[in-house]
């Protein structure tokens, strides 16, 4: 959720915005993709329409991804403050997706995650750096993330608030 508009230059810019960042997006995705692919199908570099159908691919799924990321929200701009969070309420990531991310990491024999790729992860689900590493850390995580759960619905609000700046 970008902003909660009224009038059509209001709406006007919203999607102009929506749209260049959906294109930044697109790009960045599928410049990502390509590589990935290419790498795992060397054998495409040697044969153009194979190179061709690889990239037209890549672009297609980041586009999809994209436009998925972007435009989830927007069923309708003109929604009130309360209705646009209940809106995001309804669709945004619930906790149980921190805690897959924290099992996941807790049941790996080996350290699966960079401390930068940690920061992202906290930075992305607006909580602080020292609660993540007490969650991760924690011999029961979920009571830990139940004794702190105004931590995570302040992320919450955090959150919402990016969206809808």
């Known amino acids: 959720m970008k902003t ?11 999607f102009s915005e ?9 790009s960045s995705l599928s410049e990502d993709m390509a590589r990935v692919m290419l790498a795992e199908m060397p054998e495409a570099r040697e044969d153009y329409l194979t190179q061709v159908a690889l990239l037209t691919t890549a672009r297609k799924i980041a586009e999809e991804i994209a436009m998925t990321h972007q ?10 403050l309360t209705e646009a969070r209940q809106e995001w309420e309804d669709t945004r990531p619930m906790d149980e997706g921190l805690m897959m991310i924290v099992d996941r990491i807790q049941d790996s024999p080996y350290p699966i995650y960079a401390t930068e790729e940690l920061e992202e992860i906290a930075q992305e689900w607006a909580i602080p750096m020292w609660f993540f590493e007490g969650l991760i850390g924690a011999e029961n995580p979920y009571r830990y993330l139940e004794e702190h759960q105004g931590i995570m619905e302040e992320g919450a609000n955090i959150r919402f608030l990016r969206e809808v700046q």
């Open 71 to 80: 435009l989830a929200w927007m069923s309708d701009p003109s929604l009130t």
């Open 4 to 14: 909660l508009a009224a009038s059509s230059e209001e709406l006007e810019t919203l």
């Open 18 to 26: 929506i749209g260049t960042e959906v294109l930044g997006e697109v």
